[in-house]
Nanobody, 123 residues
Framework: QVQLVESGGGLVQAGGSLRLSCAAS????????MGWYRQAPGKQRDLVAS???????SYADSVKGRFTISRDNAKNTLYLQMNSLKPEDTAVYYC?????????????????WGKGTLVTVSS
C-alpha cells in the first residue's frame, strides 16, 4: 500500500507564492516520474509539471517561468514552488507518481494519486 499526501495549498492574492509538497510513503521500491496536475471547477485535470527520477523536468506552457518542480528522492517528497500566481491558477492540485511497489512476488509497477490540495488565488 502506498500513500501520497499533498500539503501547502491555501488562499493567496494574485502575485503571491505558495509551495506545495507531496510526501509518498508505504511499500515503495522505487519512484520513477512524479508530477503535479490540477483541476479547476468544471474542467478536466491537466498536467502542470513533471520530473523524472534523474531530475529532468517539463512544464505546461501556462506555468513556465513561474512554477518550479523539484523532488527529494531521499525523502520520497515532491515539491511545487509557485510564484507570480494568477487567479487562473486556482484549482485543486494533485500529486501523481509512477513507482515500483513491493509485492509478494517482487516489485510491481503502479500509479498513484494523492487526494489533492486546494489553491485559491484571489484577484
Amino acid at each position: 500500500q502506498v500513500q501520497l499526501v499533498e500539503s501547502g495549498g491555501g488562499l493567496v492574492q494574485a502575485g503571491g507564492s505558495l509551495r506545495l509538497s507531496c510526501a509518498a510513503s508505504g511499500s515503495i521500491f522505487r519512484i520513477n516520474t512524479m508530477g503535479w496536475y490540477r483541476q479547476a471547477p468544471g474542467k478536466q485535470r491537466d498536467l502542470v509539471a513533471s520530473i523524472t527520477s534523474a531530475g529532468s523536468t517539463s512544464y505546461a506552457d501556462s506555468v513556465k517561468g513561474r512554477f518550479t518542480i523539484s523532488r527529494d528522492n531521499a525523502k520520497n517528497t515532491l515539491y511545487l514552488q509557485m510564484n507570480s500566481l494568477k487567479p487562473e491558477d486556482t484549482a485543486v492540485y494533485y500529486c501523481n507518481a509512477d513507482l515500483m511497489s513491493w509485492s509478494t512476488s517482487g516489485p510491481v509497477p503502479l500509479n498513484y494519486w494523492g487526494k489533492g490540495t486546494l489553491v485559491t488565488v484571489s484577484s
